[in-house]
């Protein structure tokens, strides 16, 4: 099974390159070390640094001594007092200019990439990005998809085919929606009809599909209180998976989170309408109280799509949304959908309906309105994953790959099944075309 990782946040080179050809990188450093050192401490500096450089080492270099305070200093103890010499700015620039890339500096910046939740990842292949999404997932061991898997012996292949598997883990990023809490605690919210959980160790799962996103901006994250959504934090934190769309607070709740990958920045985030209601079960996120980010009022959304896109170079909106059961997009998903376009998004992926719903393009930002259920019920439904393709000059290609869910599986659509259901999405999708591939273009 592929496993898809962060990068060492250290890893700035592109490809794993050190440096340009010829002298640039190197002339560069050391007028910085000069201007800072003085140039007799940096004739040993250069001794230490010409196998990173390329420095011919033939001739015969006198090595000069350095004296700190009279103390005896071993190479390995001057040269690390001599670096740490160096101002930090100093050191960024010298790493950008090595590194070849527009976001080397952000990179090296540990403290920063951490306050602003950019994630250095690592991608299949050295230009292209790809990304795929899918609808909801459900493990509540009292409802039929996880009760059937752990019947049928516990194996992730036992619930999602292998060719299915393949697919989802063959992206450099899958996003899916977390449609329940992972919390062995807590109290169901009364009246609601439908209450789910996870056991915490069913996090694992999230791994064996490839889920690299989990998106919590949701109607049942909140299904057993505070208790549970925190603990949901935690359950995916320790897990080494980022969330996005609730949070212990508003601002991380509505916080984008970024991946650098392949020098392409790219922007997540997450939102909710549901419920649509002024008190809903499911609390939205407060400066000082934990809930989802709640866009019902949609403006605080707008403005995080626009500061998202200020700082990346794709924004990609996972949105929940519609009417349940309802092919059409209701009037809400009409209106908000262009005005996140406006905003900055580059893409935007509804769900919610539990249902699939078509596709549009507002300009030239592709919308598929509803992924609708991937693992989540008994239910014969259709279902899919959108795959996209990135490059430096931006969205390369969007397809739709056929599925089923049926029998509390989930496998590829094959033969006529898939025939069918991607003409349906053409009847759905009046505004696109979508060929036998599932590549979808605007008319």
């Not at 916080?255 to 650098?260: C, E, K, L, S, V």
């Not at 030239?364 to 019920?377: A, E, K, Q, R, T």
């Not at 599986?409 to 696109?432: C, F, K, Q």
Request: charged fraction near 25%; aromatic fraction near 8%.
């Amino acid at each position: 099974m592929k496993k898809k990782k962060a990068i060492n946040k250290s890893k700035t080179g592109k490809n794993g390159r050190t440096g340009k050809e010829g002298g640039s990188p190197l002339h560069v450093f050391l007028i910085t070390l000069c201007s800072v050192l003085g140039a007799g401490t940096v004739l040993l500096l250069v001794l230490k640094l010409r196998p990173v450089f390329g420095v011919d080492g033939s001739e015969n270099v006198k090595e000069a001594s350095v004296t700190m305070q009279g103390d005896e200093k071993t190479e390995a103890e001057r040269f690390s007092l001599l670096w740490e010499s160096i101002p930090e700015e100093s050191r960024k620039e010298a790493a950008l200019e090595e590194s070849e890339t527009r976001y080397g500096a952000i990179l090296a910046d540990e403290a920063y990439m951490k306050a602003n939740r950019i994630i250095p990842w690592e991608g299949n292949s050295g230009e292209e990005v790809t990304l795929g999404f899918v609808g909801d997932i459900l493990f509540d061991d009292e409802y039929a998809v996880m009760a059937n898997l752990l019947r049928r012996g516990a194996s992730i292949e036992n619930g999602v085919s292998e060719e299915m598997l393949a697919q989802l883990q063959g992206v450099d990023i899958l996003v899916a929606n977390n449609e329940f809490p992972f919390t062995d605690r807590g109290t169901p919210t009364e009246g609601k009809a439908y209450t789910f959980r996870a056991d915490t160790g069913t996090v694992d799962y999230l791994h064996d599909l490839g889920v690299d996103v989990a998106v919590l901006a949701n109607n049942h994250i909140y299904d057993f209180g505070e208790t549970g959504l925190l603990d949901t934090l935690d359950t995916l934190s320790g897990a080494g998976i980022p969330f996005v769309g609730a949070g212990e607070n508003l601002k991380e709740a509505s916080d984008p989170i970024y991946f650098i990958i392949n020098d392409i920045k790219i922007a997540v985030v997450a939102a909710t309408q549901i419920e649509r209601l002024d008190n809903p079960d499911t609390k939205g996120a407060t400066e000082t109280s934990a809930g989802v980010f709640r866009c019902w009022n949609p403006e605080k959304l707008y403005e995080t799509v626009s500061m998202a896109k200020e700082n990346s170079d794709f924004v990609i909106v996972y949105i929940h949304w519609g009417t349940e059961n309802v092919t059409e997009p209701d009037w809400a998903q009409l209106e908000q959908a262009p005005k996140l376009a406006q905003a900055g998004a580059d893409l935007i992926i509804g769900d919610h309906p539990h249902c699939l719903q078509g596709i549009t393009y507002y300009e030239d930002i592709p919308v598929i309105y509803s992924l609708g259920n991937f693992w989540f019920n008994s239910k014969t439904v259709d279902t899919g994953m959108v795959q996209i393709t990135l490059d430096q000059d931006g969205l390369k290609e969007f397809r739709f790959v056929p599925a089923i869910q049926s029998d509390c599986r989930v496998d590829l659509a094959y033969g006529e099944d898939a025939d069918r259901i991607l003409s349906m999405m053409r009847t759905l999708s009046p505004n696109v075309s979508i060929d036998e591939e599932g590549r979808v273009s605007k008319n």
